[in-house]
Structure formats: structure tokens, C-alpha cells
């Protein structure tokens, strides 16, 4: 991404009553984030959503003079950035709506061809907690996931240390900037992590810890996962309202369940009472609901055959999709530089062809 486009972005984020569903609402309608602070007002207040009072907020001076330092700071540190509609951005985070704009990362992370599995849980994790987590984990190893989880005290670290130990890849999801370390105790990992996996965060370097980030941190730790499994967790509590963020995504969700006199199993038990998680006993279950596979060293290849007869804006769609997998209706429209009602006349024909279907959640796929 070019540092000018980045400041752009980082400007939107900065403007007050925007947030990331709205910000990709005017980067689609406008193009980038850069053709936003240029596109006159009067269009920008009929977007649906995007009222005068935020119009007026956007062209507030403080915005990209506060981005310019972000920027500086970036520049500085050599930090990555992932923005939604680039390659590299997480997959399966890009089809969340509410997904961040831009993501901050450090490390050697690697998101190709790599099942992602967030593992979270109770702060206060029990030995009961701890075996099965360690256990789960080195019992997952030889389909190389990439573990995920918060940072935090109790599963979280546990799950970041039992993918250390087995040589997986793992990525700590913060709740403040990179800046920070949090909880201080866990800095003695940090070296640890960067070289295999990393750290990703959607707020700046100074952003201060507050308990709302933690609740936002949530929604990446389960939008960037195939699946979330939760290993303990009390009556209330985080990695409940990150299993529920999860089941919006239509994401699985699995649960380890407990007696129902131990009070870091309740919440587990719960989830998979009111079957909002499926019970998860080994790591059979997991490779099972997943349908993962061990990499065979001779797949078959298959030819694939196509004898439709495609418009040349139906083949500039058909092409994107083919090189980019499942994408948003949005995604769509920016990359191909089509209006939204364009795209999805173009889509539908596509699909009457047969040659793309719809996707819950306003995907569409290449077949």
C-alpha cells in the first residue's frame, strides 16, 4: 500500500462517528479512502448511513494531521499494515462486515494455506483446562494450524505457548497499540512469537487500554478463525461473548465441556446446552467437524472446462473472483471499479451462466 493511501485511511479512521462499516461504505462508493476527503459534500450525505454531521466531521483539519503522525510513527517502527482490500489482509476476517479497515502487524506471520483455529477461555485456567489445551493443541499439530488467541492471563498464553512448543505458527490479537505490552508479565514472550507467527492489533501505537478494546478485540479473534474454541469459561465472561461474535459469523464453535460443579466450566456447558458450540473431546472432533485432510504429495489434478460465451465486464468480474476466492459484494464493486447496481446486474448474470454462485452474507464465489 502506498504511504499516501495509508494516510488517507488512517485519516478516515480518525474522523469522529465513522467506524469500519461506514468506512467501507464511502471507500466503496468513492473508490479509496484518498477520493473520499476529495468528493464533494453534498454527494457524500446521500450515501445511506453517512449523515451531515459526519460529512462535517470528515473534513475536520485535525484528521490528517493526526494521521501524519500515526503515519511518521509506522514509518519509524516498520510496521505492517493489512488493509481490507488488499491480498494479504486475513481471508476469512475480509468477509466480516464489521471486520477493521486496517490491521497493524508484527512478526513473521503467515496466513497461506494454513488452517486458523482461535483458542480462548477463562483468565483463571485450572489443570484440568491446561491438560486438555496442551493436549489439544500437540494432538493438532500435524495439520500445522495457525494458533490465535488474546495475550491474555490464563488459556489465552497457554494456547500461545502450547503452539510454541509444538513449532506451530501463533498470533496474539491485542486490545491496545503496539506500543504496549499487556499484561506486562507476558513481554518475556514476545521475541518468542515474533519468529514464529506475530502480534495484530487495529488500534494505533498510543491508544490507551481500555476495557471496551478488549470486547473489539473479540471480533477479530473470531472472524479470522476457521473456528473458535473455547476450553473454560465461567457463567459470564469474554470468550463468551467471542463465541457468540463467532456464531454471528456463522463460524463453528466448539466447547469443552465440564462437571457442573466447576465453576470454569459452566459457561462451556452452557454453549453447548443451548447448542451454541458443538462438544469438543479430543482433537478428532475438531478434524472431523472442519473435514481437514492431511496434504496428499500427489493430488489429482482437474481441468477445469468452461464453454460460456462471457461479456467483457462479465469476464473482468469472473476473472477477479477467480483469483481471489470468495469476496464480498463490496470488495467486488471497488476492486472492479464498478458501481454497486452494475456489480450486481454483472453477478446475477453470472450466476444464470453458471459459472458463479451466491454465498450467504453477500458473498459470491467462482465455480
Not at 198 to 205: A, K, M, P, R, V
Not at 298 to 312: H, Y
Request: charged share 25%.
Amino acid at each position: 500500500m502506498l504511504e499516501e493511501d495509508l494516510l488517507y485511511v488512517l485519516a478516515l479512521q480518525c474522523v469522529k462517528g465513522i467506524g469500519d462499516v461506514s468506512a467501507k461504505k464511502l471507500i466503496s462508493h468513492c473508490g479509496s479512502a484518498k477520493n473520499v476527503f476529495k468528493e464533494k459534500r453534498s454527494l457524500l450525505e446521500k450515501i445511506n448511513g453517512i449523515g451531515t454531521l459526519t460529512v462535517k466531521n470528515l473534513f475536520d483539519s485535525t484528521n490528517l494531521k493526526e494521521a501524519e503522525k500515526e503515519l511518521n510513527y509506522i514509518r519509524k517502527n516498520n510496521i505492517s499494515t493489512l488493509y481490507f482490500l488488499d491480498k494479504e489482509y486475513p481471508e476469512k476476517l475480509k468477509h466480516c462486515l464489521d471486520a477493521p479497515i486496517l490491521l497493524f502487524k508484527e512478526g513473521n506471520i503467515n496466513f497461506k494455506n494454513q488452517p486458523i483455529i482461535s483458542v480462548v477461555g477463562t483468565r483463571k485456567i485450572t489443570s484440568y483446562g491446561r491438560d486438555f489445551c496442551e493436549n489439544l493443541i500437540h494432538d493438532l499439530k500435524q495439520y500445522n494450524p495457525i494458533i490465535v488467541s488474546g495475550f491474555a492471563y490464563g488459556v489465552d498464553i497457554c494456547a500461545h505457548k502450547a503452539a510454541l512448543k509444538n513449532k506451530l505458527q501463533t498470533i496474539g490479537v491485542l486490545a491496545h497499540g503496539l506500543e504496549d505490552v499487556y499484561p506486562k508479565i507476558h513481554k518475556k514472550y514476545i521475541n518468542e512469537i515474533h519468529k514464529n507467527g506475530g502480534f495484530l492489533t487495529e488500534f494505533w501505537h498510543d491508544n490507551s487500554i481500555y476495557r471496551e478494546n478488549f470486547l473489539k478485540r473479540n471480533r477479530i479473534v473470531a472472524g479470522i478463525s476457521d473456528a473458535t474454541i473455547i476450553i473454560e469459561s465461567a457463567e459470564k465472561g469474554g470468550s463468551l461473548v467471542t463465541a457468540d461474535i463467532a456464531n454471528s459469523y456463522n463460524r463453528d464453535v466448539f466447547a469443552v465441556p465440564g462437571r457442573t460443579t466447576d465453576v470454569y466450566s459452566k459457561g462451556c456447558n452452557a454453549l453447548i446446552r443451548s447448542n451454541k458450540a458443538a462438544i469438543l473431546t479430543s482433537a478428532e472432533d475438531v478434524i472431523e467437524m472442519l473435514n481437514w485432510e492431511l496434504k496428499n504429495e500427489n493430488p489429482k489434478v482437474i481441468q477445469k472446462q468452461l464453454f460460456v460465451e462471457l461479456t467483457e465486464i462479465e469476464e473482468h468480474v469472473y476473472d477477479f473472483l477467480l483469483q481471489n476466492g470468495k469476496e464480498l459484494l463490496d470488495i467486488i464493486s471497488v476492486n472492479c471499479q464498478l458501481p454497486i447496481h452494475q456489480t450486481t446486474s454483472v453477478l446475477f448474470n453470472l450466476e444464470m451462466k453458471g459459472v458463479v454462485k451466491p454465498l450467504p452474507g453477500k458473498l459470491f464465489e467462482a465455480v
